[in-house]
């Protein structure tokens, strides 16, 4: 079975445009998260969705959003990008996206704005 | 609100030695605690995980860690390393409630050398 998988690996962009990151889950998994890293940090959260409902949202601005399509894969959008968003953004999976659910990493897609 | 500290930014360390990675954690409800490994240019992948119950937890290539609630700490142990372990390790906790997301420290860089 294939596991979370992200797209594109690789992308650069300037400050003001706009990203869409996308993500397909595990097959059967319902839940996707999707987290910050950047260089020499760790993973920070940024959304959680659940059946296509937002389950949970961490502290970054309006411009980020994300969304869940019925086959439950996920899209998060950054708009007016500035340099401080350059990361590795990361998506991961789980079946109901319980707490204490093992999560499944994609390995991400390494955003680099100039 | 939940926080991790992982107390050492580097370890460095001999092939077949025993290794400590420290954690610390903050909670003011109950917790569940992760420990993840990242290789270069991949996802996360989990490695143990504390629920409840046994103290003591084992989990993949050899490592096991130690929940211990009075120091709140849950450090990450192998008796001894190889190469292949060299890696970047994240300690990670959950709170008891639902959307709440993994909370991750800032990473531990094992080094190990021959």
């Known amino acids: 079975d294939a596991g979370v998988t992200q797209s594109p690996t690789h992308l650069i962009k300037t400050r003001g445009q706009h990203v869409t990151l996308r993500c397909s889950p595990i097959?059967?998994?319902?839940?996707v998260s999707w987290y910050q890293q950047v260089l020499g940090q760790g993973p920070q959260f940024i959304f959680q969705y659940y059946e296509k409902e937002e389950r949970g949202r961490g502290n970054f601005p309006d411009r980020f959003s994300a969304r869940q399509f019925p086959n439950y894969s996920s899209e998060l959008n950054v708009n007016a990008l500035l340099l401080g968003d350059s990361a590795l953004y990361l998506c991961a999976s789980t079946l109901t996206g319980d707490r204490y659910e093992k999560l499944f990493f994609g390995s991400g897609t390494q955003l680099s704005v100039l | 609100a939940q926080s991790v500290t992982q107390l050492d930014s580097q370890v460095p360390v001999f092939e077949e030695a025993p290794v400590e990675l420290r954690c610390n954690y903050s909670?003011?409800?109950?917790?569940?605690l992760f420990w993840y490994v990242q290789y270069p240019n991949q996802g996360l992948q989990l490695l143990l995980k504390?629920?409840?119950?046994?103290?003591l937890v084992k989990g993949i290539n050899g490592f096991e860690a130690e929940f211990n609630k009075s120091q709140t700490s849950f450090h990450l142990r192998k008796p001894s390393v190889h190469i292949s372990d060299t890696a970047e390790y994240f300690c990670a906790v959950s709170g008891n409630q639902a959307g709440t997301a993994l909370i991750f420290g800032k990473g531990t860089t094992l080094s190990v050398s021959s």
């Open positions: 909670s003011s409800v109950s917790v569940y």
């Open positions: 097959s059967g998994h319902k839940s």
């Open positions: 504390y629920l409840s119950g046994s103290t």
